[in-house]
């Protein structure tokens, strides 16, 4: 199939009109049969445009506005981390999906610290899994469009003008049980924001009550505890808090499962420099404004609930005393369920 048929609508939307108010969607894999499968499975559903390289997908993106993008990972021209870091950047309001067939530790860390993925599939995939992915997928793409439509957005302004404008001082809540990380972190960051650090769960949740915490920066073992529960907790009752992780390792299935649970902002690997941590830091209290300033935004910040199994009692007492949390949003999780 040509290049120029592959900017087009798969059959049958070839004949749909222009301006089609069928969801858009985006598949990019330098496989046809992975193409075709895919095309097969949603083009009587939705307005399907397939890509066999970035450079291909790159000028949809910029020909039309596509609600959701799929990119799979391995490609010779192109990885779809180096797709997705300029997609962002070419349509920033298409929800990104990578979708691969191996665990690739740094692929996977590379596609939330520079794509900013919103879920991460496995190849093979199983039909109802992907369709039900991509369905929630493009209700979001779709609230997306209706709100930068009914409210553009404007640049974000530096945090701590932001911040001035508004009276308010979101804070930087480190949970990690070595004061030292905190302690070299903390000379770097601007001072309209305080910097506060917790030691265990308890100390975080307290916090988390006393301060209006607008990013936490925490290791995923604190003490005895896994601290990934938290973070999902966190996600599904607070949207508008960004969380990096800053742990020692890391395991390719459990970076996926936070991605797409947790939907963590920066993942990143100790020992790291202080000034690329303040510079994620510095970019999570940026996109944290951007929030205030739109809340419908948050819809990208929907994360999947795992359904297999009953909430534990650690997560259970963790989102009883979230549901409690001040906020500097006025409704900030049922609002945007």
Request: proline fraction near 6%.
């Amino acid at each position: 199939m040509s290049t120029i048929a592959r900017l087009r609508p798969k059959a049958p939307e070839a004949a749909t009109p222009i301006h089609s108010e069928r969801p858009k969607v985006l598949f990019l894999d330098d496989e046809d049969r992975i193409l075709n499968a895919l095309a097969a499975l949603f083009r009587y559903k939705y307005q399907v445009f397939t890509a066999t390289t970035g450079e291909q997908a790159l000028a949809i993106l910029r020909q039309c506005h596509v609600h959701v993008v799929v990119s799979d990972q391995r490609m010779p021209l192109m990885t779809g981390v180096e797709f997705l870091r300029q997609a962002k950047e070419v349509s920033p309001h298409t929800v990104r999906i990578l979708l691969t067939g191996f665990s690739d530790l740094s692929a996977i860390i590379d596609s939330v610290n520079d794509g900013e993925v919103y879920r991460f599939l496995n190849k093979p995939w199983g039909n109802q899994e992907i369709q039900a992915v991509i369905a929630d997928a493009l209700a979001i793409g779709l609230d997306l469009e209706r709100v930068v439509a009914d409210d553009p957005v404007r640049p974000a302004a530096p945090p701590e003008l932001s911040v001035a404008a508004a009276g308010d001082r979101p804070a930087v809540l480190m949970l990690h049980d070595k004061r030292e990380t905190f302690d070299r972190i903390r000379p770097l960051l601007n001072d309209a924001h305080p910097f506060v650090y917790a030691r265990t769960l308890d100390e975080c949740l307290d916090a988390l009550q006393r301060e209006h915490v607008g990013v936490v920066v925490s290791d995923l073992q604190v003490g005895r505890h896994d601290a990934s529960e938290l973070l999902k907790v966190l996600k599904q009752e607070h949207p508008q808090i960004l969380t990096i992780v800053l742990a020692d390792s890391a395991d390719a299935d459990h970076v996926i499962e936070l991605i797409n649970q947790a939907k963590i902002f920066r993942y990143v690997l100790a020992p790291c420099k202080p000034q690329k941590l303040k510079f994620f830091i510095d970019s999570a209290l940026t996109q944290f404004q951007r929030y205030r300033t739109s809340p419908g935004l948050l819809r990208q910040q929907k994360a999947h609930i795992a359904s297999s199994a009953p909430a534990s009692r650690t997560q259970s007492l963790i989102r009883d005393r979230l549901r409690s949390l001040r906020t500097l949003f006025a409704r900030p999780a049922a609002a945007h369920r």
